[in-house]
């Protein structure tokens, strides 16, 4: 590959924005990864995702051509003065070259600087792109589809993602300085000696060569590191979550050992992808101050009436030869740092192998997941009550041999209470995700007035576990409806009933509660859960165990509440309470999975 | 000073690969001084060529000084490689072992505080906190020697040419390090809004994606979204504005770097013929290029400083790690402290149970009264069952028991011990409270069972479900799903209780742990646990009266009400 080649490439990497090109294709090598098309498409999504930033990084390329050519001038007026110092004389024009030397470097400095910013500006707009679809695919992601880790997706926003903003910010600006600037320089090199112009450009090769060969390995290394990532995510996470139960357990010893295991293993793993990326830019200085020490050679023969070859010239003059010499080193330094970006390039990568299959998965699969999910009415049927059907439902999970559900066949016309009774473990919270489109069946149809019921809106939940979010009691009434006003709010809580539980609690409706509704007990929870689901407009609702942790008195208190809140609703109801079932309108019992009338 | 090394000097003595960051430093050094003697001999070399080509006079070796330009290229070149490496390989090492460290001593909360912390926010503080740290190693420690070395030889070298050199150069890097503070004074405020703000940011992603069912049920998916699309781009502000404070710096150092050279020049190309020879100037004039260069990487000291102590003080915050007292715990003597708690022995399978004594006991929650109990006992051995509405204070009763209420007041004995006062290897090996809504972890059903006994034979884990009366619904191969989403709400209650049971503990607590059971099934295992533990004291709090009333194996019932005994 010839060096105009190399920069032709590295120019279209920041201009080709249709990105039909990849950019990352620049020297060959390490694409034949074994991930080849998973590795493709990332490329690919790569390329596309630059659009928001693209003028940032071509101004910030601009800028370190304007730095290149502050350079420039800086180094001729300082090899002006010096060599009139070697004269024995006052340079003609004294000031004129001082206020070069001032001029040029202020100039480099602050269009260094300027660069810099834009550079920052424009991958905080791409970063800002990719991130706002990541957040929608993951909160609005298809809850009956299979998801990552909380801990996985969490570092995929937090973590993996600035790894693509780093990658622009290093690389969409250094692949047009690596075009640009050594152009300049060899512009400015050649008028003071050819030779050196040269000498420089039949170096530029080398730094394609050094890719490849040590980007190599990186592309693997680097997506054994992303995975890693994920992989320390999810586990300090959930042992986090889970530390109170391990402490009871005398298990925490145990548990932080496996956190330090997987905390080392990706230090070792990152410090394997930053050794390549080392050994690729010490191959490349090498090279380059190889370069330079020939040029200050060849100056220096030439200076001293050495050089008597064929078509060599026999004389240099000496502000020439002392400006190639202080120029040589920035002919180098872009692709320096363009080598550098090329591993962070790897690094993003693997980080948009993670981050892609998530973004897309919304967009593609699921684009009706996600007009539902956007409309401000919400994901659950708001509509005239539906029928459910279910016909032949089976429904297994992964890692167990026998099947939650067996062929259910099952109608609840619209309106009517479903209670289904059995004993625990028999399938009974499965069918009531079934029904309401929570869970898809693995075999069989679950139909809400027809429509697969995993595919549109579904039944309104109040389950076994509610998941109340930090913040206050009044925030987590109002969840999805910020403009709830006072009365109606205060009319669920009577209705839930959970004016006791405000009485007690320090600042009411005000009170300040912790994750997963910490300050609450069980039963106040599940009655917050309850007075939440008067505040929705649902007409189809799955209610499992609602009264599991509720004494007799207080079960006894809900019925009537319940009653109310389920009529002219199509429902589904689990328990263990006979008095609860009672609400229903008939009955069936589940045992292992199948029904029984 | 002293505040401002804190976390580089507290961090060291956990550097065991404090040889490995040493030999990285003295590549550092020899790097930046290859580079400055390579510049500078380069440029003395050119002139020295020039001034004897001009002046035709023999006696220039031109050989030795490109042999030794070589030489210093070559020595850079390798120099740099092992500083890379080394720093940063010795950094990684640090940071995995104090990510370890803060998970350890987050652990060791107490119960109220950690539960009232977000879990989102605890992992950024593990993950993100963790990370800026290593600034202080490699962006101002690592900088910091290679500056303070090139200038000590630079200056040094000037001083011989020209102490006016000397003299303009070292006080244009003092001006220029200044400036740099002066930046970087309101950089600890941005560093600490970007981190809260970051820390918020990941804990809200945390809930939205743990309550993604809920959002979606209340149609509030897309509010979520939006929040989080706001609170992570709110970021770039304070993040860009630190950036630019390093950018700067930057650029005051090149500035400053391009007025000392200008000023060499000048008053060099003065007194040039007076003395001076120009291939010194030369090579001064390299020299100041050199040191500046060194000094350039000290531009982002500053803010990299200001981000790392706002990491080092939010660590300590909230874990408390860091403390002098933290490896007291730590580091287990024989088994002893929370490192050593697999380790326990918990086959204490012949020892009687614990007998309970409370009197005077009282807790409060937000001030108002949660519990007030003038005198409770409970025989060594017994099965008490604990009952009342919901919200009467059972929970509280049992978390005192266990000695995990801290804001509890009063005389509280558990087979003659206090436990809140006891060590915790010793009370979970004593006291084992499995609490409403336990924890199960991703794995499979033999993986969690094993979080209790570590060192359980296969036959000891198919007991333990027998126990729960599980097997017949779940195996221990059975993969539970994350926090255990593939069992139902009862298996999971179960299998918690299973884990409780394994731990053979002298009291055994159990929060509703026959929550989402059937009657039958739940009097099985209460008398299957009662059967199997025949000597254990166990107290269950289980509000359903009939399965309260119609164990046979109960053998005192403890009513609560407004928490008070009734």
């Given at each position: 590959?010839?060096?105009?080649?190399?920069?032709?490439?590295?120019?279209?990497?920041?201009?080709?924005?249709?990105?039909?090109?990849?950019?990352?294709?620049?020297?060959?090598?390490?694409?034949?990864?074994?991930?080849?098309?998973?590795?493709?498409?990332?490329?690919?999504?790569?390329?596309?995702?630059?659009?928001?930033?693209?003028?940032?990084?071509?101004?910030?390329?601009?800028?370190?051509?304007?730095?290149?050519?502050?350079t420039?001038?800086?180094?001729?007026?300082?090899?002006?003065?010096?060599?009139a110092?070697?004269?024995?004389?006052?340079?003609?024009?004294?000031?004129?070259?001082?206020?070069?030397?001032?001029?040029g470097?202020?100039?480099?400095?602050?269009?260094?600087f300027?660069?810099?910013r834009?550079?920052?500006?424009?991958?905080a707009?791409?970063?800002?792109?990719?991130?706002?679809?990541?957040i929608?695919?993951?909160?609005?992601?298809?809850?009956?589809?299979?998801?990552?880790?909380?801990g996985?997706?969490?570092?995929?926003?937090?973590?993996?993602?600035?790894?693509?903003?780093?990658?622009?910010?290093?690389?969409?600006?250094?692949?047009?300085?690596?075009?640009?600037?050594?152009?300049?320089?060899?512009?400015?090199?050649?008028?003071?000696s050819?030779v050196?112009?040269?000498?420089?450009?039949?170096?530029?090769?080398?730094?394609?060569?050094?890719?490849?060969?040590?980007?190599?390995?990186?592309?693997?290394?680097?997506?054994?590191?992303?995975?890693?990532?994920?992989?320390?995510?999810?586990?300090?996470?959930?042992?986090?979550?889970?530390?109170?139960?391990?402490?009871?357990?005398?298990?925490i010893?145990?548990?932080?050992?496996?956190?330090?295991?997987?905390?080392?293993?990706?230090?070792?793993?990152?410090?394997?992808?930053?050794?390549?990326?080392?050994?690729?830019?010490?191959?490349?200085?090498?090279?380059?101050?190889?370069?330079?020490?020939?040029?200050?050679?060849?100056?220096?023969?030439?200076?001293?009436?050495?050089?008597?070859?064929?078509?060599?010239?026999?004389?240099?003059?000496?502000?020439q030869?002392?400006?190639?010499?202080?120029?040589?080193?920035?002919?180098?330094?872009?692709?320096r740092?363009?080598?550098?970006?090329?591993?962070?390039?790897?690094?993003?990568?693997?980080?948009?192998?993670?981050?892609?299959?998530?973004?897309?998965?919304?967009?593609?699969?699921?684009?009706?997941?996600?007009?539902?999910?956007?409309?401000?009415?919400?994901s659950?049927?708001?509509?005239?009550?539906?029928?459910?059907?279910?016909?032949g439902?089976?429904?297994?999970?992964a890692g167990r041999?026998?099947?939650?559900?067996?062929?259910?066949?099952?109608?609840?016309?619209?309106?009517r209470?479903?209670?289904?009774?059995?004993?625990?473990?028999?399938?009974?919270?499965t069918?009531?995700?079934?029904?309401?489109?929570?869970?898809?069946?693995?075999?069989?149809?679950?139909?809400?007035d027809?429509?697969?019921?995993?595919?549109?809106?579904?039944?309104?939940?109040?389950?076994?576990?509610?998941?109340?979010?930090?913040?206050?009691?009044?925030l987590?009434?109002?969840?999805?409806?910020?403009?709830?006003?006072?009365?109606?709010?205060?009319?669920?809580?009577?209705?839930?009933?959970?004016?006791?539980v405000?009485?007690?609690?320090?600042?009411?409706?005000?009170?300040?509660?912790?994750?997963?509704?910490?300050?609450?007990?069980?039963?106040?929870?599940?009655?917050?859960?309850?007075?939440r689901?008067?505040?929705?407009?649902?007409?189809?609702?799955?209610?499992d165990?609602?009264?599991?942790?509720?004494?007799?008195?207080?079960?006894?208190?809900?019925?009537?509440?319940?009653?109310?809140?389920?009529?002219?609703?199509?429902?589904?109801?689990?328990s263990?309470?006979?008095?609860?079932l009672?609400?229903?309108?008939?009955?069936?019992?589940?045992?292992e999975?199948?029904v029984?009338? | 000073?002293?505040?401002?090394?804190?976390?580089?000097?507290?961090?060291?003595?956990?550097a065991?690969?404090?040889?490995?960051?040493?030999?990285?430093?003295?590549?550092?050094?020899?790097?930046?001084?290859?580079?400055?003697?390579?510049?500078?001999?380069?440029?003395?070399?050119?002139?020295?060529c020039?001034?004897?080509?001009?002046?035709?006079?023999?006696?220039f070796?031109?050989?030795?000084?490109?042999?030794?330009?070589?030489?210093?290229?070559?020595?850079?070149?390798?120099?740099?490689?092992g500083?890379?490496?080394?720093?940063?390989?010795?950094?990684?090492?640090?940071?995995?072992?104090?990510?370890?460290?803060?998970?350890?001593?987050a652990?060791?909360l107490?119960?109220?505080?950690?539960?009232?912390?977000?879990?989102?926010?605890?992992?950024?503080?593990?993950?993100?906190d963790?990370?800026?740290?290593?600034?202080?190693v490699?962006?101002?420690?690592?900088?910091?020697?290679?500056?303070?070395?090139?200038?000590?030889?630079?200056?040094?070298?000037?001083?011989?040419?020209?102490?006016?050199?000397?003299?303009?150069?070292?006080?244009?890097?003092?001006?220029?390090?200044?400036?740099?503070?002066?930046?970087?004074?309101?950089?600890?405020?941005?560093a600490?809004?970007?981190?809260?703000?970051?820390?918020?940011?990941?804990?809200?992603?945390?809930?939205?994606?743990?309550?993604?069912a809920?959002?979606?049920?209340?149609?509030?998916?897309?509010?979520a979204?939006?929040e989080?699309?706001?609170?992570?781009?709110?970021?770039?502000?304070?993040?860009?504005?630190?950036?630019?404070?390093?950018?700067?710096?930057?650029?005051?150092?090149a500035?400053?770097?391009?007025?000392?050279?200008?000023?060499?020049?000048?008053?060099?190309?003065?007194?040039?013929?007076?003395?001076?020879?120009?291939?010194?100037?030369?090579?001064?004039?390299?020299?100041?290029?050199?040191?500046f260069?060194?000094?350039?990487?000290?531009?982002?000291?500053?803010?990299?400083?200001?981000?790392?102590?706002?990491?080092?003080?939010?660590?300590?915050e909230?874990?408390?790690?860091?403390?002098?007292?933290?490896?007291?715990e730590?580091?287990?003597?024989?088994?002893?402290?929370?490192?050593?708690?697999?380790?326990?022995?918990v086959?204490?399978?012949?020892?009687?149970?614990?007998?309970?004594?409370?009197?005077?006991?009282?807790?409060?929650?937000?001030?108002?009264?949660?519990?007030?109990?003038?005198?409770?006992?409970?025989?060594?051995?017994?099965f008490?069952?604990?009952?009342?509405?919901?919200?009467?204070?059972?929970?509280?009763?049992?978390?005192?028991?266990?000695?995990?209420?801290?804001g509890?007041?009063?005389?509280?004995r558990?087979?003659?011990?206090?436990?809140?006062?006891?060590?915790?290897?010793?009370?979970?090996?004593?006291?084992?409270?499995?609490?409403?809504?336990a924890?199960?972890?991703?794995?499979?059903?033999?993986?969690?069972?094993?979080?209790?006994?570590?060192n359980?034979?296969?036959?000891?884990?198919q007991?333990?479900?027998?126990?729960?009366?599980?097997?017949?619904?779940i195996?221990?191969?059975?993969e539970?799903?994350?926090?255990?989403?593939?069992?139902?709400?009862?298996?999971?209650?179960?299998?918690?209780?299973?884990?409780?049971?394994?731990?053979?503990?002298?009291?055994?607590?159990?929060?509703?742990?026959?929550?989402?059971?059937?009657?039958?099934t739940?009097?099985?295992?209460?008398?299957?646990?009662?059967?199997?533990?025949?000597?254990?004291?166990?107290?269950?709090?289980?509000?359903?009266?009939?399965?309260?009333?119609l164990?046979?194996?109960?053998?005192?019932?403890?009513?609560?009400?407004?928490?008070?005994?009734?």
């Open positions: 590959m010839t060096s105009d080649a190399m920069t032709s490439d590295a120019m279209t990497a920041t201009l080709d924005l249709a990105g039909d090109r990849p950019p990352l294709a620049v020297p060959g090598g390490a694409e034949a990864a074994p991930a080849g098309t998973r590795s493709s498409a990332a490329r690919r999504w790569l390329a596309a995702s630059r659009g928001p930033g693209r003028r940032f990084f071509l101004a910030a390329g601009v800028g370190d051509l304007i730095a290149a050519l502050g420039i001038l800086a180094c001729w007026n300082m090899a002006a003065l010096i060599v110092a070697v004269d024995g004389r006052r340079p003609s024009d004294l000031t004129g070259a001082v206020g070069g030397v001032l001029i470097g202020v100039v480099a400095a602050f269009a260094l300027a660069a810099n834009l550079a920052t500006a424009g991958a707009r791409v970063e800002s792109a990719l991130r706002s679809d990541l929608d695919a993951l909160v609005l992601a298809d809850p009956a589809g299979s998801s990552p880790s909380t996985a997706a969490a570092a995929a926003v937090a973590e993996q993602l600035p790894h693509l903003g780093e990658y622009f910010r290093g690389y969409a600006r250094a692949a047009f300085a690596a075009g640009a600037v050594p152009i300049a320089i060899e512009v400015a090199v050649f008028p003071a050819w050196v112009g040269l000498l420089l450009l039949f170096s530029m090769p080398i730094v394609p060569l050094n890719m490849a060969v040590t980007g190599l390995g990186a592309a693997e290394l680097s997506r054994r590191q992303m995975t890693q990532i994920s992989e320390l995510s999810s586990q300090v996470l959930e042992r986090l979550q889970a530390t109170s139960s391990l402490r009871a357990l005398g298990a010893g145990h548990q932080r050992r496996v956190v330090e295991r997987a905390a080392n293993e990706l230090a070792r793993r990152t410090a394997k992808v930053l050794r390549v990326a080392f050994l690729a830019s010490t191959a490349l200085e090498w090279v380059s101050t190889f370069a330079i020490g020939v040029v200050a050679m060849y100056t220096g023969a030439t200076l001293l009436g050495y050089v008597h070859a064929p078509l060599l010239p026999t004389h240099i003059g000496a502000q030869a002392v400006f190639v010499l202080l120029l040589a080193p920035e002919f180098f330094l872009p692709l740092r363009f080598a550098a970006a090329y591993h962070q390039g790897q690094e993003a990568i693997a980080a948009a192998e993670v981050l892609q299959p998530l973004t897309e998965a919304l967009s593609e699969d699921s684009s009706q997941t996600r007009v539902a999910a956007s409309t401000a009415a919400g659950v049927w708001t509509g005239p009550p539906p029928e459910v059907r279910l016909d439902v089976t429904v297994r999970f041999s026998w099947p939650a559900l067996r062929a259910v066949d099952l109608r609840i016309a619209p309106g209470v479903f209670g289904v009774a059995g004993p625990s473990g028999a399938g009974k919270s069918l009531l995700r079934v029904a309401g489109g929570w869970q898809r069946p693995t075999e069989g149809s679950a139909l809400l027809g429509r697969p019921s995993a595919d549109g809106p579904r039944a309104l939940q109040i389950g076994q576990r509610p998941y109340l979010f930090a913040g206050t009691v009044a987590k009434l109002a969840l999805g409806q910020p403009e709830l006003s006072p009365e109606r709010m205060w009319e669920a809580i009577e209705s839930a009933p959970l004016s006791e405000l009485r007690r609690l320090p600042d009411g409706l005000d009170t300040m509660l912790g994750e997963r509704g910490w300050g609450l007990s069980g039963g106040e929870a599940q009655r917050l859960a309850i007075a689901a008067f505040l929705s407009s649902a007409t189809l609702l799955i209610v165990e609602p009264t599991a942790h509720l004494d007799g008195d207080t079960e006894q208190s809900l019925l009537e509440p319940l009653r109310r809140l389920l009529s002219g609703r199509t429902a589904l109801i689990a263990h309470s006979d008095r609860v009672a609400i229903s309108d008939y009955v069936v019992e589940l045992e999975g199948t029984h009338a | 000073m002293l505040e401002v090394t804190a976390p580089v000097a507290t961090m060291m003595p956990m065991r690969p404090g040889r490995r960051l040493t030999l990285g430093l003295l590549y550092a050094v020899i790097a930046a001084l290859a580079s400055a003697g390579l510049i500078g001999l380069a440029g003395w070399f050119i002139v020295r020039a001034q004897t080509g001009l002046s035709s006079t023999s006696g070796s031109w050989l030795y000084p490109s042999a030794g330009v070589e030489a210093l290229a070559l020595t850079r070149t390798a120099a740099r490689y500083e890379r490496v080394s720093t940063h390989r010795s950094t990684l090492d640090l940071l995995a072992r104090v990510r370890g460290r803060v998970f350890a001593s652990t060791r107490p119960i109220g505080r950690l539960r009232a912390l977000r879990s989102g926010d605890l992992l950024d503080r593990i993950q993100a963790v990370d800026t740290l290593d600034r202080a490699l962006a101002v420690a690592v900088p910091g020697v290679v500056c303070t070395a090139v200038a000590a030889g630079g200056l040094t070298v000037l001083a011989i040419v020209r102490p006016f050199f000397a003299v303009a150069a070292g006080l244009m890097l003092l001006l220029v390090l200044a400036v740099d503070l002066i930046l970087s004074r309101g950089s600890r405020l941005l600490q809004r970007l981190a809260q703000e970051r820390s918020q940011a990941r804990a809200r992603l945390v809930e939205a994606l743990d309550g993604r809920e959002l979606a049920s209340f149609g509030a998916s897309q509010l979204a939006d989080l699309r706001h609170r992570f781009d709110a970021l770039d502000t304070p993040r860009k504005r630190l950036t630019a404070r390093e950018g700067a710096g930057e650029a005051i150092t500035v400053g770097a391009s007025v000392t050279l200008a000023a060499i020049l000048a008053s060099g190309a003065g007194v040039v013929g007076h003395g001076l020879d120009p291939a010194i100037l030369a090579l001064a004039v390299l020299l100041a290029a050199a040191l260069e060194a000094a350039r990487g000290l531009g982002s000291a500053g803010q990299a400083l200001a981000q790392a102590r706002t990491a080092w003080q939010r660590l300590r909230v874990t408390g790690f860091g403390r002098r007292d933290w490896t007291d730590d580091q287990p003597a024989g088994g002893a402290g929370v490192g050593g708690g697999a380790n326990v022995d086959d204490a399978d012949q020892s009687l149970g614990a007998e309970v004594e409370l009197t005077d006991v009282s807790a409060r929650y937000g001030g108002s009264p949660v519990l007030e109990i003038p005198r409770l006992e409970i025989p060594p051995g017994a008490a069952v604990l009952t009342g509405p919901s919200g009467a204070g059972k929970s509280t009763l049992l978390a005192v028991m266990a000695g995990e209420f801290p509890g007041r009063g005389r509280v558990i087979g003659g011990l206090d436990p809140s006062a006891i060590s915790y290897a010793q009370r979970v090996a004593e006291v084992t409270l499995i609490e409403q809504d924890s199960i972890l991703t794995g499979t059903v033999a993986d969690n069972l094993r979080l209790a006994r570590p359980a034979t296969l036959a000891e884990l007991d333990a479900l027998r126990v729960a009366a599980l097997d017949t619904s195996q221990l191969s059975t539970v799903g994350p926090a255990g989403d593939y069992l139902s709400g009862g298996q999971r209650r179960r299998l918690t209780v299973a884990q409780g049971y394994l731990r053979h503990p002298r009291l055994l607590l159990l929060d509703e742990p026959t929550e989402g059971l059937d009657t039958a739940a009097l099985r295992v209460l008398a299957n646990l009662r059967a199997a533990l025949p000597k254990t004291t166990i107290v269950a709090a289980i509000h359903d009266r009939n399965q309260a009333n164990s046979a194996s109960v053998e005192q019932v403890i009513r609560l009400n407004d928490g008070r005994l009734s």
